[in-house]
């Protein structure tokens, strides 16, 4: 018996310890971003989608089939989800709400448990979300005139600009971090550059600013001042991005700018190149996004009428190809197909999937007093993907990224 009782004891004690070292195990691949689960999630050919109803913002992902899934709420007047964005794996979005507080936090949805899990508590304005593009557990989004990045797994909150060197200068602290400046978007251009689009409100223009990430001391540099400004970094290059900046005559520069991490070594020196320079005439314009491809010279810029000289078509599509002459540009035609034409009143929003084979736009239209729809456009194919069943307005349109973490 007694012996009986020293081997039931030591199998205990081999199950216990076998238990703790699983368990130590699966934290240290919890902190390492190591998905150790049976399911994958093939996020590829996914959609989250903003959508604007009477009731409040609600997000709601968009499978390849046309099946939803939606976060585990029913939405309520003055609550608003905002500004989704993909983790890297796909396993994830994270967007803003105000669902639990009157300030807008960021929020977790966990997708394969179905899972919402509030990240911050700091109660400060939050906007902008953006992934990391060379940490996977890191989330950058503007707050005021901060960049902040916020680590996902221990939610850990940090200031990335305006630094320390920029408080202590009169001149861009002016300019950055004074009231009525306002940090639009930031990432990374490359593993220690910096870039970030300001807005000064009371000037009425946009500044563009590059740092050196890896110098706390060091100034940001205020590359250029124009009306508006938005950018796409080149996710394969890792030190180039494309700039597409509205001046003051309603012309729209696109510029190509590398910076390396040799840049900093000396004195700074970017590459900048004008790619090409769009004149609207007396057409009020507001830009909205760029979209760069990854399997062609090409670039999508979305703009925002601010007149109804273009049909009231709401959002505009521009298409610029690298040709031998150089870069040229066309409107898209949104009425390329009759699924489109026979359906669409007014564009609220678009964007571009750009994969290994071919670019994808996905068309968000409204019509008039009715239902919103959501269209796949891929060269001379156009196909439905969404289609709702109540009057609401798709607000953004947010698609799986890929990263080179």
Request: glycine residues 4%; charged residues 20%; contains cysteine.
């Amino acid at each position: 018996m007694q012996i009986f009782n020293q081997k039931v004891q030591k199998s205990a004690a081999w199950t216990l310890l076998s238990i703790s070292f699983l368990m130590l195990l699966l934290h240290w691949f919890k902190n390492n971003n190591i998905d150790v689960s049976l399911t994958k999630i093939d996020c590829s050919k996914w959609v989250c989608i903003n959508e604007l109803s009477q009731k409040g913002n609600q997000l709601r992902i968009i499978k390849e089939d046309g099946s939803t899934i939606m976060p585990h709420y029913t939405s309520k007047a003055g609550v608003r989800d905002s500004f989704p964005v993909w983790s890297g794996d796909g396993s994830n979005v994270y967007f803003v709400s105000n669902r639990d507080t009157n300030f807008p936090e960021i929020y977790q949805w966990d997708l394969k448990s179905e899972a919402i899990i509030r990240k911050t508590f700091s109660k400060t304005p939050k906007n902008s979300l953006e992934m990391d593009r060379f940490h996977p557990s890191t989330l950058l989004y503007a707050s005021g005139n901060k960049l902040m990045s916020l680590n996902t797994k221990n939610t850990h909150a940090e200031c990335l600009l305006p630094n320390d060197a920029t408080i202590m200068n009169p001149i861009l602290q002016k300019k950055l971090g004074s009231s009525g400046i306002k940090c639009l978007k930031g990432n990374f251009i490359n593993k220690s550059t910096l870039l970030a689009v300001y807005s000064d409100t009371e000037e009425n223009l946009n500044r563009l600013v590059v740092h050196n990430h890896n110098e706390a001391n060091q100034l940001p540099i205020i590359l250029h001042e124009s009306k508006e400004i938005v950018f796409s970094i080149d996710e394969d290059s890792g030190s180039s991005c494309t700039i597409a900046s509205l001046n003051m005559d309603n012309t729209i520069q696109i510029v190509k700018l590398e910076i390396t991490e040799d840049c900093w070594q000396d004195k700074f020196t970017p590459n900048i190149e004008l790619l090409l320079s769009i004149d609207f005439g007396k057409e009020k314009i507001s830009l909205r996004n760029l979209f760069a491809s990854i399997i062609s010279d090409k670039f999508y810029i979305q703009l925002a009428p601010n007149t109804n000289s273009w049909d009231n078509y709401g959002d505009i599509g521009i298409e610029i190809t690298k040709t031998d002459q150089g870069y040229s540009w066309k409107r898209i035609d949104w009425n390329i197909a009759p699924e489109i034409h026979n359906n669409i009143n007014f564009v609220t929003c678009w964007a571009v999937n750009s994969t290994e084979d071919t670019d994808k736009i996905y068309l968000a239209t409204k019509e008039s007093g009715e239902n919103s729809s959501l269209f796949c456009l891929q060269l001379d194919d156009v196909k439905k993907v969404y289609e709702s069943n109540s009057p609401t307005i798709i607000t953004e349109v947010a698609l799986p990224k890929k990263y080179n973490f």
